[in-house]
């Protein structure tokens, strides 16, 4: 029957799926950890040198259960996978080997042996996908040569599935287009094997426009690292000075810094190895504080939700531990069967500074993955997701942002969403005392100005009673009452200092008339007849607490009942109330100023942050348009190289129906001669 091709070129567009070089990194050691059910401990990544052309190479390699050689020829087959109905692996599509490895070099070869089970001898495979070799040999289709052996007691025999000739010609191609130079050579990979285990050698690796290699194995002996717009310098120096926000300034362009937090959790016994050194696996949550957990469960019925009544998210949600330097670090970290899909997954943009520094976790296996595993599939139960994450870092921002150095948030939306957060137990702020209303201001305040809230003084009671006691508490209520000002509000002021109203002196008489002789419980009123002043002495202050004089013109001194009424026009008092007032507006406007400025500071650095990722996106966007461009430009070349195939194919058979029509006119001329001379000598018997 007819089947499809695949030409060559297929790889390098298949390839092209990871738009991000580390994310091919993962899926090798996705690949690696799902052998952990089949006795892996470890798994080595690590850069080797080509002994051909001196060339750099890298070297995956675990000691898991191997592939025998069906399996072998099963990971080199596009979209088969045997991982796709095995429960808790990550591998489900049969195309990550082939994409991963592609994108980081043109060619690979696989070493892989697989210990006898049930009944079945140990076999060891060798299998070359070389991109140069199906290049350079003009392959139409994709070839994969590959050898097997067998163990027979303690040799190796060769497994020849057809012939020795096709044998022979897997090893030349093997050795020519590897970077082994003999079959012994090739052997010796398995040497460092004990019973089981994969290396995968990858060379030909990728260089960039400016014909350097795309990974940098020079920066760090111990990291392998990545050039271009991810690597920013800023970035680097900034995850020294703030090491709880390192993964999230490094992650980009750092392998070990990515492969840290790649898994939620990592068997004990299980081993990552990076150019000789252990990979620390790094839990996110450990860089938060102030956190809440919040139980998030998808809603029953959508289409592509499972029917696992348990299935839910737990999120963690927090503030990083370096977030009172409001750096820009955001995000949540989403992870699906342990593996981390989208890394500080940035799903607020607001504009000024609001969620800056709150970091989430959250394992979501009930939406899906894409292909190349860092990002999930735009579905319904995805966008549900998303406007509840959104919702959850608004809330949590918005009760905890005063606590790293942000103002207060006033939303009352946002104040109303508190109720999602039972557990909450806010620190407590300083409360503003109540506006008194302009109006009432007006009618009884004729010298303050029309401030924007009360301003804190202590208090001035315009008149005693003869026995010199006055009944502040009262006192104070009655004034309160009169600026519209509950007694409650005097409460939320500092206990050094009082509201202090400069009230018309005939209503503060008929105030006092009304009220008579009350017993003293707050404060205590002296005249002093020699000094012409009133001095009130509230007994509740600290010994440093100040007496307030009020000089009182002779004219206003105390009569004979004892009463003593403070004109609205005394010059001393009204100056003093003044300046007393210039000086905290000026305070207020002093803060107002820093304040306005601080948030001027921290909305420009968010749009210099914010004209970054707009710069990598748009250099992401140019790259996948070039991308775009190679594979239609591949694409037109196999059309334009089928198309002329084709052709070709036409004109011969054109030219063979020519020919053929030509010797049937031949044939038919020798025909007719043949019967005209049977004819003729047909006739010359009849004749005789």
């Known amino acids: 029957m007819d089947h499809l091709r695949v030409h060559p070129r297929f790889l390098h567009s298949n390839a092209t799926s990871h738009k991000w070089v580390l994310g091919a990194f993962a899926e090798l050691l996705d690949n690696s950890l799902d052998e952990v059910c089949n006795g892996a401990t470890y798994v080595k990544i690590d850069m080797l040198t080509n002994k051909k052309d001196n060339n750099r190479m890298l070297l995956v390699e675990d000691n898991g259960g191997g592939m025998d050689p069906e ?29 991963s490895t592609m994108r980081l070099g043109a060619d690979v070869i696989v070493f892989s042996r697989c210990a006898g089970k049930n009944g079945k001898r140990s076999t060891q495979s060798i299998g070359l996908l070389s991109y140069t070799f199906l290049r350079r040999t003009g392959k139409e289709d994709i070839v994969v040569p590959m050898l097997d052996y067998e163990q027979d007691g303690q040799e190796w025999r060769k497994m020849k599935r057809s012939s020795a000739s096709d044998w022979d010609k897997n090893l030349e191609a093997m ?7 003999s079959e012994s050579d090739l052997l010796k990979q398995f040497d460092h094997m004990k019973d089981q285990g994969t290396c995968i050698i990858i060379y030909n ?15 760090d002996n111990h990291d392998i690292q990545i050039r271009g717009v991810n690597r920013d310098e800023k970035n680097i120096e900034m995850a020294q000075q703030y090491p709880n926000s390192r993964h999230f300034l490094t992650y980009r362009h750092s392998l070990r810094s990515y492969a840290s937090i790649l898994y939620l959790r990592v068997p004990h016994n299980f081993r990552m190895i990076l150019r000789g050194k252990d990979v620390e696996h790094h839990n996110i949550v450990n860089d938060m504080m102030l956190t809440k957990e919040i139980t998030y469960r998808p809603q029953p019925g959508l289409e592509g939700v499972p029917k696992d009544s348990n299935m839910l998210a737990l999120v963690t949600v927090g503030f990083v531990k370096d977030a ?21 997954w940035r799903i607020w943009n607001a504009a000024g500074s609001d969620g800056r520094g709150v970091i989430g976790v959250l394992e979501a296996n009930f939406v899906e993955p894409a292909h190349d595993k860092q990002g999930f599939e735009r579905t319904t139960v995805l966008q549900r997701l998303e406007s509840r994450l959104i919702q959850m870092q608004k809330t949590y921002w918005t009760t905890y942002c005063h606590k790293i150095g942000y103002a207060p948030r006033r939303n009352k ?14 620190e407590p702020s300083t409360r503003k005392s109540p506006r008194i209303p302009i109006q009432q201001r007006d009618k009884f305040s004729s010298h303050s100005p029309r401030s924007e ?15 010199g006691n006055i009944n502040t508490r009262e006192k104070g209520e009655k004034s309160n009452r009169v600026h519209g000002v509950s007694a409650s509000s005097s409460e939320s002021t500092s206990p050094l200092t009082e509201n202090v109203h400069d009230v018309d002196s005939q209503t503060a008489m008929n105030t006092q008339r009304a ?19 009133l001095v009130v002495r509230n007994p509740d202050l600290s010994a440093g607490a100040k007496l307030m004089q009020v000089s009182t013109p002779p004219h206003l001194r105390s009569p004979a009942n004892g009463n003593v009424a403070v004109h609205p026009s005394s010059s001393t008092v009204s100056l003093q109330l003044l300046m007393e007032e210039n000086r905290e507006l000026k305070e207020r406007l002093k803060r ?79 025909v007719t001669q043949l019967q005209l001379e049977k004819m003729k000598t047909m006739g010359h018997k009849w004749g005789q």
């Open 71 to 99: 399996k072998m020829r099963h990971c080199m087959s596009l979209g088969y996978s045997l991982k796709s109905k095995v429960k808790d692996t990550i591998g489900q599509y049969g195309n990550g080997f082939k994409t």
């Open 175 to 181: 050795v020519q287009w590897s970077p082994f130079s």
């Open 205 to 219: 690796l990728w260089e960039d426009d400016g014909e350097q290699l795309e990974l940098d194995f020079d920066t």
């Open 324 to 344: 009172k330097a409001h750096i820009d670090v955001q995000g949540f970290n989403v992870y699906h069967k342990n593996r981390l899909i989208k890394p500080f």
């Open 413 to 426: 939306k946002n104040l109303e969403d508190r109720e999602n957060y039972p557990d909450d137990v806010a």
């Open 453 to 467: 809230g009360p301003i804190n003084k202590p208090n001035i009671f315009p008149t005693a009673p003869a026995n």
């Open 515 to 533: 009220n008579g002789n009350t017993s003293q419980t707050g404060f205590t009123s002296m005249k002093a007849r020699s000094g012409s002043a």
């Open 592 to 670: 107002r100023e820093e304040e306005i400025l601080g948030d001027l500071l921290q909305d420009l650095e968010s749009e210099r942050n914010r004209c970054k990722e707009l710069e990598v996106q748009l250099e992401e966007e140019k790259q996948k348009y070039e991308a775009l461009n190679k594979e239609q430009d591949s694409i037109l070349a196999i059309f334009t190289e089928e198309r002329e195939r084709r052709d070709a194919e036409e004109e011969a058979l054109k030219k063979k129906l020519k020919e053929a029509e030509n010797t049937t006119k031949d044939l038919m001329e020798k």
